[in-house]
């Protein structure tokens, strides 16, 4: 396997990034779409049970439900929240292929109905068991053979990862690329794309949504580009984050690493317990919407969606639609030459395994400005002066389930006086150390996959 | 850190394995117990609930749960079954130094009320939140400190790891080995011993306790032992476990193991579901016991236990009485020099994430011989000549749930006409990878590891 180049923008690439927006562009217009609200009890197919829940007719999909949480980390909590049951897992799946020298990858213009601009870059599969199943009985996704299919040789990334804990109940995804050789036919509303091309697609606003966003922050460049040309080409630290380090430094081993999360899991309480929906006393329940007694956090509203381009023409579904946004940040230092960023130990009650590593801030804003005000590292990101922001972003969250969700997403480097001890809960890590927890499922949550994702390979204050 | 030995059996140890034998003879008839098993009705501080779940008055401890378990891996299965649910995380904790230049393990001689032989070799801790916690108003337990105040540095293995998924809920332990650089006041009925001493003992029936067995599995001598002295009296095959590898060669790689891990987890359906004892349809309730219909798999008994040398003198509690036995078994075979096991990825209904790597065979035996009909290896491994079994013993379970349970631990090496190729579900993986998978927690299991935790640093055939 020869692979020259991951960043290619245009040097090389079958599209150029000009002609793939474009392609994005005209697909939005083209499009033809309808979304409107609905009150639950006309929710085509949908079911409330005798507990508030809301379930598909078919009981696959998915469904929402109501759980209490009980949580003691650093003070003891509980509270009762809907949440998104969908156990089973999907494929979030990426075709690449080496084309004019250069990693390819085949993605999927996708609209989604909760997407704030409709159409976004997606996996080139991007489906659930009941939806590979034909439980709504359309046409079969492409590609799927291809990942059914596929041998151990092919399968270069293959992960069951996590969506957010905070919506989803122990939801995880099988996130995986496989390598063919050529010859794969290229459907409407699919384009080859460099790994260069999506990354830079990142530093926009909501252009990649959240799966291939997560299949993306897999990719470790490292593992994939050597032998490496152009990295003359790079941004230092862009050469960081591509090229074999030259040390070990780390600031802490893997094994202190390991233990400091052992002995978070060890020390935090989390239960979840069913409790119906039409008995949680923190939520309200009226015939349009499922919404916080103190109008914060989000809301369930059911919606009615009629897309001309997927698999069924018109369907039905709940949808969950933010109150708050999140700002996802991470902060970055670098010890002996070596990027670390600061990750965050953080149980969310969905979590399949109590905590994941998330990004050094996330946390919710606009509602109450008091909430924030004792978030570590809070003020250091929102008042960093722009000379330190490496990536300041909006993106969407999964449009399968989120109304109009975006949270804003950010790198950004540590000052000069910024402290190297920081709060019990938190750790240095070096990028290795990252890729190395993504390799082994569930340590890393989707708001730091989204981050790792969008690192640039390329400048990104200068054309190149 | 300068580890001379790890296999010394007497040279530079404080204790000899005589005198180590000797001391856990002279515990066992000298300690004074009683159990006997009581009516549920009778087990002081426990309680029936409404749906016939026997739990603690406190609410600590654990409890005795019903289960509903639909499965979906080579073929649909439903059942009902009771489980323990103990979802606190408890320690099993060790304490190492160096002491004559050999690296020394502080271990208990713990009597536990479903021991079959009563006292066996434990780590140094060995405590639930709610023991130490002191939720039964006995005494903290010995050494706790030393473990809730361990630095980074002292800290050499620190892993959550399982109990076995077909008796427990979910249930983990925080497996953890601290160095301390000595000073250690040794208490009655702890003994300094050895790596090469423990390993010994292994290799006896019932003398070294699971939870002892599931903390050195998880010491790969590789990584502790270097550098490494008195290789010459090693047998080829503990050579091969501890010296360094000469070559990476190993079956498969780790990111096709991990995407092989993936595949089984993403195709087997696992839900479980709690359902009332009193209601379970495949078992019976009696005064005394929880009893499967056709009298297969295990009983649940109420015990009263009275044992001097315990933090409280006298308690009652439910306990697991096996009625079937489990052949537990990795079949090894070298590949290019290099030792490898046959794995297997197995669904057991607590288990934390669905599959968790098993042995070779981990099989109910006894009561019925068509079940083991179509088990892949049994026959094997039940057939192999004595000239390829490295290890054969019975060794017991957890003796704080179980009673009286002793299961067949076997290590069989692959003879010239083993097949290379192996069934889906089954995968070959070198020392080095077990290792690896260790290291990230929820992997592999505690018959797994177990057997893991026997492989013999000395040759076993002949005193050197």
């Known amino acids: 396997m020869l692979l020259h180049s991951l960043c290619a923008l245009n040097d090389g690439a079958v599209n150029s990034l000009e002609e793939i927006s474009a392609l994005i562009e005209r697909r939005n217009s083209e499009i033809a779409f309808d979304i409107k609200t609905v009150p639950f009890s006309r929710l085509d197919n949908w079911i409330i049970d005798e507990n508030g829940s809301l379930k598909h007719s ?12 009980e949580m003691d980390y650093r003070m003891p909590l509980r509270w009762t929240q809907p949440i998104v049951n969908q156990c089973e897992i999907g494929y979030l799946g990426i075709i690449a292929t080496e084309l004019n020298g250069v990693l390819h990858f085949l993605m999927q213009m996708k609209v989604e109905p909760g997407n704030i601009n409709h159409v976004q870059v997606s996996p080139t599969l991007q489906a659930t068991r009941s939806n590979f199943r034909q439980a709504h009985h359309g046409r079969k996704p492409f590609y799927l053979d291809y990942f059914e299919n596929a041998s151990p040789r092919e399968i270069i990334v293959d992960q069951l990862q996590s969506e957010s804990g905070s919506y989803f109940l122990r939801k995880r995804n099988r996130n995986i690329v496989i390598m063919v050789d050529g010859g794969v036919k290229v459907h409407e509303d699919f384009c080859w794309m460099t790994a260069g091309q999506v990354k830079a697609l990142m530093q926009l606003n909501n252009k990649v949504n959240m799966e291939a966003r997560s299949v993306f922050s897999l990719l470790n460049p490292r593992r994939l580009a050597l032998p490496f040309r152009g990295a003359h080409k790079l941004s230092s630290f862009g050469k960081s984050l591509l090229l074999p380090a030259r040390t070990d430094h780390s600031v802490h081993s893997m094994d202190n690493l390991l233990s400091w999360i052992t002995g978070i899991k060890a020390r935090c ?40 381009s997927r698999e069924v023409a018109s369907w039905c579904q709940p949808v969950i639609k933010p109150v708050q946004n999140y700002l996802c940040a991470f902060v970055i230092k ?6 670390h960023f600061i990750v965050q130990a953080k149980p969310e009650c969905g979590n399949y ?17 008091k909430s924030t005000l004792n978030v570590p590292f809070f003020d250091y990101v929102r008042n960093a002066p722009p000379a330190l922001i490496l990536h300041d972003t909006l993106q969407s969250e999964e449009g399968g389930r989120f109304y109009h969700a975006q949270n804003r997403y950010m790198l950004v480097m540590a000052d000069e006086s910024f402290p190297t001890e920081i709060p019990e809960g938190y750790a ?20 730091a996959r989204s981050l790792i994702a969008s690192l640039p390979y390329t400048p990104m204050n200068s054309q190149t």
Chains 1, 2 share one sequence.
């Not at 670098?334 to 990027?339: D, K, L, M, N, R």
């Not at 890729?435 to 708001?447: A, M």
């Open 58 to 69: 078919s009981g696959k999909f998915f469904s929402v439900e109501g759980i209490e949480v």
């Open 269 to 308: 309480d989390l239960t979840v317990r069913p409790c119906p929906i039409n008995k949680m006393t923190d939520w309200r329940i009226t015939e349009d919407e499922i919404v916080h007694r103190d109008n914060k956090y989000f809301k369930i509203l059911g919606i009615k969606v009629s897309i001309a």
């Open 334 to 339: 670098e010890f002996h030459g070596v990027p």
């Open 353 to 369: 395994d109590v905590v994941e590593l998330a990004p050094t801030v996330q946390c919710l804003t606009g509602n109450d400005e």
């Open 428 to 447: 240095w890590m070096s990028l290795r150390q990252v890729y190395t927890f993504l390799r082994f499922t569930n340590f890393v949550n989707i708001e």
